[in-house]
């Protein structure tokens, strides 16, 4: 039982990191996003508007992405904990 909370711990710690991960993708990629919101502001052809609106629904789409993610990977780690909660009282009441 043990080396099952063992590897529930790693398989935590493991969501943890993506879940920074996705964060600093959400960021990062917003920061940019707002650039490229601004350059279409002060574009001065019709064929550079597109190129920028192109490059704003790439950074909306990876920034959802991201963020479906991260939901994901919370509600993951919920369950994961409660399995977990169960397993440590059950060590405890067999100790």
């Given at each position: 039982?043990?080396?099952?909370?063992?590897?529930?711990?790693?398989?935590?710690?493991?969501?943890?990191?993506?879940?920074?991960?996705?964060?600093?993708t959400?960021?990062?990629?917003?920061?940019?996003?707002?650039?490229?919101?601004?350059?279409?502001r002060?574009?001065?052809?019709?064929?550079?508007r597109?190129?920028?609106?192109?490059?704003?629904?790439?950074?909306?789409?990876?920034?959802?992405?991201?963020?479906?993610?991260?939901?994901?990977?919370?509600?993951?780690?919920?369950?994961?904990?409660?399995?977990?909660?169960?397993?440590?009282?059950?060590?405890?009441?067999?100790?």
């Amino acid at each position: 039982m043990e080396k099952n909370i063992e590897g529930i711990d790693k398989v935590i710690e493991g969501i943890e990191d993506r879940s920074a991960v996705e964060n600093r993708t959400i960021s990062q990629e917003s920061e940019s996003l707002e650039i490229l919101r601004s350059n279409f502001r002060k574009a001065n052809s019709d064929g550079m508007r597109e190129k920028v609106q192109r490059e704003i629904r790439l950074k909306e789409a990876v920034i959802e992405k991201s963020k479906n993610n991260r939901e994901n990977q919370d509600k993951i780690l919920e369950e994961l904990q409660v399995k977990k909660d169960s397993l440590v009282e059950i060590l405890h009441k067999e100790q």
